[in-house]
């Protein structure tokens, strides 16, 4: 009788000691994969992020409703006018991301999609027959660290294009003038030229 309990004992003991080694050796495997699902995440949501604020900006840009905001962080070789300021800003702010891991482009293409340096309009309450659009480069992150390796060098960058309307009164009867921020260190705007790189257009 004592042996059979003894033998049970020894047993259940054996089979806790497996239970905790195979906690052990699992439980830091199944905490990178949390980590890295929460990074992931983190990033995927940045990415959609990017493309919003591209379209936002691109959308307001088109009729100069650009917001009062031009006191962000810009990093250009030159301070771009007030309305182009105003315009980063505002898609600085739709990120919801940390302004200096934001970088904004704008330009503008005629009828042809080709560049075009002639986007404003003849006079005070016309419109004009180009399309603006609007670049927006951000920083990819790894909030753990766990994917630092893979993610500090990377960039989610997105595009948007809109043919543009009226300006807004307030606006003087302008579009914001094309500009550039500096790109994120490594990284440039060559996803971010005319349909038609070759050649310019007229409007």
């Known amino acids: 009788m004592f042996r059979r309990q003894h033998e049970r004992t020894e047993r259940r003991g054996g089979e806790r000691g497996a239970a905790l080694a195979e906690f052990a050796f699992c439980f830091p495997v199944f905490l990178l994969l949390m980590m890295a699902v929460v990074d992931m995440g983190v990033n995927y949501g940045d990415k959609v992020e990017t493309a919003h604020a591209a379209r936002e900006a691109a959308r307001a ?6 917001g009062n905001d031009s006191s962000c962080s810009i990093t250009a070789a030159s301070t771009p006018p007030t309305l182009t300021r105003q315009l980063f800003c505002l898609a600085k702010a739709r990120t ?3 302004p200096t891991d934001v970088r904004v482009k704008v330009f503008y293409e005629g009828v042809n999609g080709k560049l075009t340096t002639n986007y404003q309009p003849a006079a005070a309450g016309s ?17 753990s660290g766990l994917l ?10 997105s595009k948007s294009l809109i043919k543009t309307g009226l300006p807004a009164a307030t606006a003087s009867g302008q579009y914001p003038t094309a500009a550039e921020e500096t790109p994120i260190p490594g990284h440039d705007w060559s ?10 257009d007229a409007a």
């Open 191 to 200: 996803f971010c030229s005319a349909e038609d790189p070759v050649g310019t």
């Open 148 to 157: 630092g390796p893979f993610l500090d060098d990377k960039v989610h960058e």
């Open 61 to 66: 840009g088109s009729v100069s409703k650009v």
């Open 127 to 143: 419109s004009s027959t180009a399309t603006i659009v609007v670049c927006v480069q951000s920083r990819a992150e790894s909030l």
């Open 96 to 98: 919801h991301m940390d």
